[in-house]
């Protein structure tokens, strides 16, 4: 499984919200969440939930699935 994270800059984005906003939501550091939007680094599943809330993003439609996981 891998998040799409051009996806998730680009909802960020047209929502004008800051790295340091999302990061201060999801209790992390900018430097974190940064790593998380150039796909540098994992997050958890709860926050990663939350995430999709707060960028009003369908799970399915952003997350990318190997051919096994389909």
Same mark, same amino acid.
């Given at each position: &499984?891998?998040?799409?994270? *051009? &996806?998730?800059? *680009?909802?960020?984005?047209?929502? #004008?919200? =800051? $790295? *340091?906003?999302?990061?201060?939501?999801? #209790? +992390? =550091?900018? =430097?974190?969440? =940064?790593? +998380?939007?150039?796909? @540098?680094?994992?997050?958890?599943?709860?926050? !990663?939930?939350? !995430?999709? @809330?707060? !960028?009003?993003?369908?799970?399915?439609? %952003?997350?990318?699935? %190997? @051919?096994? $996981?389909?």
């Amino acid at each position: &499984m891998k998040i799409k994270t *051009e &996806m998730l800059r *680009e909802a960020r984005r047209k929502k #004008d919200y =800051s $790295q *340091e906003y999302i990061a201060h939501l999801l #209790d +992390i =550091s900018q =430097s974190h969440y =940064s790593k +998380i939007e150039n796909g @540098d680094t994992h997050m958890d599943i709860i926050k !990663l939930g939350k !995430l999709f @809330d707060i !960028l009003d993003l369908n799970p399915l439609e %952003s997350i990318e699935f %190997s @051919d096994k $996981q389909q």
